[in-house]
């Protein structure tokens, strides 16, 4: 039995509190066998990077903390290298780069941008107003299929992301969420649930039930994570999300090492 955490933030993105040190010993507090520290990754020329550590942030602070960390805790908790990407058509060469000079664990692919708005910042909320619903879900599930492709990332992270405001499609998804999640399949990549909707306003894990029959029905492996940006949220609804492990994955979690998955009973 294991239970890892894989998806945590820190102060480095300016928008989290708390050292990498606070993550990890909540993990240990709370019985984790395993956590993987993931921050936002950097961006090419420091892009939004108010919101995200600097290139000279990851290598000078991130990655030596990261290394120190696995070390003074060897024997206490497993600690995970990861990162969370972003996917964003046009970026893909220097991402490839960038993600192929570290030796991660695990990178996360995540969709926070849809061309240049940032769909998931309360700061920009009102411009779910502005357009079609449907066309946002629509073009929002292009970008995971493109992400899963592109062969970058190894879990997809919140998958369904596009509903954390409680904005819904008013037509049937189903069609284009099976096409996207065979294509998921087909790259061969793993889907995280994550706990961190229970805590916005959508109040519904990442993703839906519905989802995670599709991901059942394909066999697509998971992971599970709580995207903490306080160290109190390392962990948290974890038992919610072991429950649809049991119910939708069979019981089991993929974790990684240098970028080789396995899976482990939770
Ligand atoms: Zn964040
Ligand atoms: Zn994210």
């Not at 206490?76 to 991660?104: H, R």
């Not at 599709?214 to 109190?232: F, K, M, Q, R, V």
Request: hydrophobic letters at 35%; aromatic letters at 12%; proline letters at 4%.
């Amino acid at each position: 039995m294991m239970l890892a955490d894989y998806h945590t933030h820190n102060y480095l993105c300016k928008h989290a509190d708390g050292t990498l040190e606070e993550y990890v010993q909540h993990a240990v507090n709370i019985g984790l066998n395993e956590i993987g520290l993931s921050d936002h990754t950097p961006m090419p020329d420091n892009w939004d990077s108010e919101v995200r550590m600097t290139e000279q942030q990851f290598r000078s602070e991130y990655v030596p903390m990261v290394k120190e960390l696995q070390e003074k805790y060897r024997g206490a908790i497993s600690i995970k290298f990861g990162l969370e990407g972003d996917f964003m058509p046009g970026t893909e060469a220097w991402v490839k780069a960038f993600n192929a000079a570290s030796d991660f664990d695990y990178v996360i692919g995540s969709v926070h941008y849809l061309d240049d708005w940032g769909f998931d910042n309360p700061l920009f909320v009102a411009k779910y107003d502005e357009k079609d619903v449907n066309d946002i879900y629509g073009l929002y599930y292009q970008r995971i299929a493109q992400s899963a492709a592109c062969g970058l990332f190894d879990i997809i992270g919140h998958c369904d992301l596009v509903k954390k405001f409680g904005h819904r499609p008013t037509k049937e998804m189903v069609d284009v969420l099976h096409e996207t999640f065979k294509i998921v399949k087909q790259y061969d990549i793993a889907v995280e649930i994550n706990t961190s909707g229970l805590r916005k306003p959508v109040k519904e894990m990442y993703p839906s039930e519905k989802i995670l029959s599709i991901l059942s029905e394909y066999n697509i492996p998971l992971t599970l994570g709580s995207d903490a940006h306080t160290p109190a949220d390392v962990g948290r609804d974890f038992d919610i999300a072991k429950g649809f492990i049991q119910k939708y994955g069979r019981g089991k979690i993929s974790v990684f090492n240098k970028r080789q998955r396995s899976e482990v009973n939770v």
